[in-house]
Nanobody, 127 residues
Framework: VQLVESGGGLVQAGGSLSVSCAASGRTFISYAMGWFRQAPGKEREFVAAVVRSGGSTYYADSVKGRFTISRDNAENTVYLQMNSLKPEDTAVYYC?????????????????????WGQGTQVTVSS
């Protein structure tokens, strides 16, 4: 599956931004989807994930209550709505797809759970 992110940009602290990820192919529903981010000089970190049906979501503590992940299986797209943005949210945001179907929610937080990655989209939050 090929993933293409869009929607990044520059926003002031406290503002909102939405990024999306379009997946190719007809097997989108077979994959759990996640968002990760990587700031300069830092490791790529988990942000959010949504299971195949969209029925369960997971968030990093740093974004819980501010970010919302969702997916539209008819449109083969996953979204990340980011509100109350902070300068520390500045990073390249990557979407990723995982064939994982287990019941351990903690697996969605792990990079190696995901097989496919997009090219990333830059999100910059100014103070």
């Amino acid at each position: 599956v090929q993933l293409v992110e869009s929607g990044g940009g520059l926003v002031q602290a406290g503002g909102s931004l939405s990024v999306s990820c379009a997946a190719s192919g007809r097997t989108f529903i077979s994959y759990a989807m996640g968002w990760f981010r990587q700031a300069p000089g830092k490791e790529r970190e988990f942000v959010a994930a949504v299971v195949r049906s969209g029925g369960s979501t997971y968030y990093a503590d740093s974004v819980k209550g501010r970010f919302t992940i969702s997916r539209d299986n008819a449109e083969n797209t996953v979204y990340l709505q980011m509100n109350s943005l902070k300068p520390e949210d500045t990073a390249v945001y990557y979407c990723a797809a995982s064939p994982y179907r287990g019941y351990s929610g903690s697996q969605y937080f792990i990079r190696d759970t995901y097989n496919y990655w997009g090219q990333g989209t830059q999100v910059t939050v100014s103070s």
